[in-house]
């Protein structure tokens, strides 16, 4: 089981900053992926960013030039710089892990309870 807490969410103007942290707890050894999601009102949960352990990176186009995803494997922490926010942005962001156990081989994904930004002026 891996256990996944948000921090960071908020309200913030057009053009603004945020950043949001995510630490991983439980069973972090077998943890392969982790980034953020997100959700705007009336839609699907989108991709963001993800890294995985080896420092793997993937943006969603609508971000990438804008967010900057990182991670501290010793703390197991995973981290989203927003950069130039705009009212499009608008959502509840999720943490994401991405669990790989070898034996038995299993995938198990794990999801963190959200966090909302709000841009907006």
């Known amino acids: 089981q891996v256990r996944l807490m948000e921090s960071g969410g908020g309200k913030v103007q057009p053009g603004g900053s945020l950043r949001l942290s995510c630490a991983a707890s439980?069973?972090?050894?077998?943890?392969?992926?982790m980034g953020w999601y997100r959700q705007a009102p009336g839609n699907g949960r989108e991709l963001a960013a993800t890294?995985?352990?080896?420092?793997?990176?993937n943006y969603s186009d609508s971000v990438k030039g804008r967010f900057t995803v990182s991670r501290d494997n010793a703390k197991n922490t995973v981290y989203l710089q927003m950069d130039s926010l705009k009212p499009e942005d608008t959502a509840v962001y999720y943490c994401?892990?991405?669990?790989?156990?070898?034996?038995?081989?299993?995938?198990?994904?794990?999801w963190g309870q959200g966090t909302q930004v709000t841009v907006s002026s």
């Open positions: 994401y892990a991405k669990e790989i156990t070898t034996v038995p081989l299993e995938v198990h994904d794990y």
């Open positions: 890294i995985t352990t080896g420092g793997v990176i």
């Open positions: 439980g069973n972090i050894f077998s943890i392969n992926v």
